[in-house]
Each structure stands twice: as C-alpha cells, then as structure tokens.
C-alpha cells in the first residue's frame, strides 16, 4: 500500500498569510494526488486534483503542485473561510490513501 | 442539485451487522463507479471500499476485507456498504462519495460527498 505523509500536522496562521502544506508518497505516484479541505462536522470538499488542477468553484488562492512523491498545497493570502483540516489523498491505485491531515489554525 | 444521501447508521454491539445505504440525485448514477470512505472520532479520512459503475469491480482496505460488502442497485440509485463482524475499531462517521470525473477523464479523486451517517459499536 502506498502510505501518505502531510506535513505539518497543524500550523497556525494570520488572515493574509501564505500557507504550504507538504505532502509526501511512499513510493512514486506520478501526478495522481488530490487535496481535500474539511470543515468540523461537515463532509470533505475537492479542491485540487491532478496534482494540480483547481476544481470547479475554488479559489484561486488555492494552488497544488508537484510530482512522484513530494507534492504542496499552497494558500495564498488566507481566509477566514480557509481555516479547516487539509488532506492529500494519492489516487493512482487502490487503497486509495489519504494523508493525516493538517489542520489550519488561527494564529 | 447534485446529492449523496446516506442512511442505515446507528448503536450496534460488537459483532453485530449494519447495512448502510447511500442514495443519488441529480446525476446519472449508472455512470459513475462510488466509495464509502469513514472518519473515525478525531481522526483522519480512511478510504473503505469502491465499486465501479456496473458493480464488476470492487476494492476493500484491509482493514475491512473479508467482513464489509459494497454493492449497488442501478434502478434504484443506490450503494449499499454491509457491515458484518462490527468492532470498535469500526466506529466512525461514514461517507459516501462519487468518483470524479472531468472533460471525459476519471480519476480516483471524490467530487460529490453525503453528509455521512454514524457507526458506534459498543456494548
């Protein structure tokens, strides 16, 4: 099984601040990774998937990138909104893994 | 509107059996394969079984294999998860999802979520 390794498992920040999450593989899954916000009590929303690829209806804030084993999430001036846990999940072969999460705090 | 509505939750002893059922709208639900992924109490998503859209391809964690069935009712617009062999290690709020799909390409990401329905196992 491919594991999932997120990096912080939570950090603080400030509305307007820039935030990088790391996600990492533990073997090698091409561009197939797709990041997932959730808010307390509510279902996981698709942001990005394709490594990359914004879906429908997110803010462009919100960006991914990367490829093979080491991909980041990046928000660019936070929200209010934004304030949730984030989690990569591969996508290339099951089980399909996810990561374990991190949560964005208000600093 | 596009929606994912799950049922079949509740308090069941270990060892016991639930059926969960997880009900489509506003998509042609023939088309697309599903998944049931669990988020137990402070812990993160765990992905639990898949199946595809004529039911022909199935897929289980580990974790679940042997004890879990997933099927689907295509008339009825459904997917079932059937829980058998119930531990505490199972208690968790359970998600269905739908496969994503975009400009004619699928992948293995979750584009539409139910608002999850809760197993507790325990005595």
């Known amino acids: 099984d491919i594991q999932m390794t997120q990096s912080p498992s939570s950090v603080s920040a400030s509305v307007g601040d820039r935030v990088t999450i790391t996600c990492r593989a533990s073997?090698?899954?091409?561009?197939?990774l797709a990041w997932y916000q959730q808010k307390p009590g509510k279902a996981p929303k698709l942001l990005i998937y394709?490594?990359?690829s914004l879906q429908s209806g997110v803010p462009s804030r919100f960006s991914g990138s990367g490829s093979g084993t080491d991909f980041t999430l990046t928000i660019t001036s936070l929200q209010r909104e934004d304030f949730a846990t984030y989690y990569c999940?591969?996508?290339?072969?099951?089980?399909?893994?996810f990561g374990g999460g991190t949560k964005v705090e208000i600093k | 509107e596009v929606q994912l509505l799950e049922s079949g939750g509740g308090l069941i002893q270990p060892g016991g059996s639930l059926r969960l059922s997880c009900t489509a709208s506003?998509?042609?639900?023939?088309?697309?394969?599903m998944r049931w992924v669990r988020q137990a109490p402070g812990k993160a998503l765990e992905w639990v079984s898949a199946?595809?859209?004529?039911?022909?391809?199935?897929y289980y964690a580990d974790s679940v294999k042997g004890r879990f069935t997933i099927s689907r009712d295509n008339s009825k617009n459904t997917v079932f998860l059937q829980m058998n062999s119930l531990r505490a290690e199972d208690t968790a709020v359970y998600y269905c999802?739908?496969?994503?799909?975009?400009?004619?390409?699928?992948?293995?990401?979750?584009?539409?979520w139910g608002q999850g329905t809760t197993v507790t196992v325990s005595s």
């Open positions: 394709a490594a990359s």
């Open positions: 999940q591969q996508t290339i072969s099951f089980p399909l893994t």
């Open positions: 199946i595809s859209a004529t039911g022909s391809n199935i």
């Open positions: 506003g998509f042609t639900f023939s088309n697309y394969a």
């Open positions: 999802a739908k496969r994503f799909t975009s400009d004619g390409k699928y992948y293995h990401g979750m584009d539409v």
């Open positions: 073997q090698g899954i091409s561009g197939w």
